[in-house]
Antibody
Framework: QLQLRESGPGLVKPSETLSLTCTVS??????????WGWIRQPPGKGLEWIGS??????FYNPSLKSRVTIFVDTSKNQFSLRLSSVTAADTAVYFC??????????????????????WGQGTTVTVSS | QSALTQPASVSGSPGQSITISCTGT?????????VSWYQQHPGKAPKLMIY???NRPSGVSNRFSGSKSGNTASLTISGLQAEDEADYYC???????????FGGGTELTVL
């Protein structure tokens, strides 16, 4: 059974870089050409898409694009998020997730805007000095 | 771009049906069939309930259904059960620079 698990510091100082890793277990991160993404949820608020990656192709929320980097390490079956110059507004629960793949009628393909069918449990990151 | 518009809360009694709306524009909900719905219980990760407007992932109860008319997508839950009490979020592709947008979320209360 596919599982995702986020890991990283729970506390980051303002102006520093937030770094999180999502470890994929139960299958290879390259199976079926899925996109893999990050979503966050500030305390008591709704969901915000941060960005998604497939192989070397990335798509980012333009509101965060200047500060965000998402990359994959296939050898470790992981993908990671870096968010620079953080402020208190970046305090949130950060989730990693997998985008669905369409496998009907030929080779599987995925898109960053397909529904997200497998999620990590989420990790809380607080930005504070 | 603003989030998709959802009612802040809806409620229903066990056994009843409820519908949650998700209103966008022709640049997102109205223009593409890439609307997804998520259920989120407190302190838990979201769970995909509907994708591509009306498709259910394997394992999701057929009490959950999705549809779209114009710029508004809808999630209907029939035969309400206590376990359905949760927050529900819609999401859509958008041709604007935002790329992917979520609704503000709807809190469902089962009376």
């Amino acid at each position: 059974q596919l599982q995702l698990r986020e890991s990283g510091p729970g506390l980051v100082k303002p102006s520093e870089t937030l770094s999180l890793t999502c470890t994929v277990s139960g299958d290879s991160i390259t199976t079926n050409n899925h996109y893999w993404g990050w979503i966050r949820q500030p305390p008591g608020k709704g969901l915000e898409w941060i960005g998604s990656i497939y192989s070397g192709t990335t798509f980012y929320n333009p509101s965060l694009k200047s500060r965000v980097t998402i990359f994959v390490d296939t050898s470790k079956n992981q993908f990671s998020l870096r968010l620079s110059s953080v402020t208190a507004a970046d305090t949130a629960v950060y989730f990693c997730a997998r985008n669905l793949a369409n496998c009907r009628g030929g080779p599987c393909y995925s898109r960053y805007f397909f529904g997200m069918d497998v999620w990590g449990q989420g990790t809380t990151v607080t930005v504070s000095s | 771009q603003s989030a998709l518009t959802q009612p802040a809360s809806v409620s229903g009694s066990p056994g009843q049906s409820i519908t949650i709306s998700c209103t966008g524009t022709s640049s997102d909900v109205g223009g593409y069939n890439y609307v997804s719905w998520y259920q989120q219980h407190p302190g838990k990760a979201p769970k995909l309930m509907i994708y591509d407007v009306s498709n259910r992932p394997s394992g999701v109860s057929n009490r959950f259904s999705g549809s779209k008319s114009g710029n508004t997508a809808s999630l209907t839950i029939s035969g309400l059960q206590a376990e359905d009490e949760a927050d529900y979020y819609c999401s859509s592709y958008t041709s604007s620079s935002t790329l992917v947008i979520f609704g503000g979320g709807t809190e469902l209360t089962v009376l």
